[in-house]
């Protein structure tokens, strides 16, 4: 806010959030003549967390591993799924309703042994 003509004043705000997801923040200063109320919108990332998964199955036959999307933000999340490898199959996509967990089937299907 300013103090007078354009003198400034830090206004600094410690935010420690408890998990990932969007949180919404009103801040309303006040004085004699003058009231502002200032809205923030914090948006917090997961860490990006590698993963591996190890396929086991006699030659030719198929295995599904079902991979938990779990949503604790406050957005659906529509997802656009794009495979790498052969023999790997799966939805191209995948919607998680806000709360919600979704399996995405990762299939593994060999046309060879390898």
């Keep these: 806010f300013f103090l007078g003509g ?13 998990r990932p997801g969007c949180y919404h923040c009103q801040i309303i200063l006040k004085s004699s003549c003058d009231i502002r109320v200032y809205e923030i919108e914090c948006v917090v990332n997961a860490d990006q967390a590698d993963a591996q998964l190890e396929f086991l199955t006699p030659a030719y036959q198929t ?3 079902e991979i938990p999307i779990s949503n604790i933000s406050n957005e659906d999340w529509r997802f656009e799924a794009v ?11 995948i919607n998680v309703p806000v709360g ?7 299939t593994f299907k060999p046309v060879a042994e390898c």
Aim: aromatic residues 12%.
């Design 83 to 93: 495979l790498e490898g052969q023999c790997f199959h799966g939805p191209s996509v």
């Design 100 to 106: 919600g967990t979704v399996p995405y089937p990762l």
């Design 6 to 18: 354009s003198d400034t004043v830090e206004f600094p705000i410690k935010f420690t959030p408890k």
């Design 63 to 65: 295995v599904t591993q």
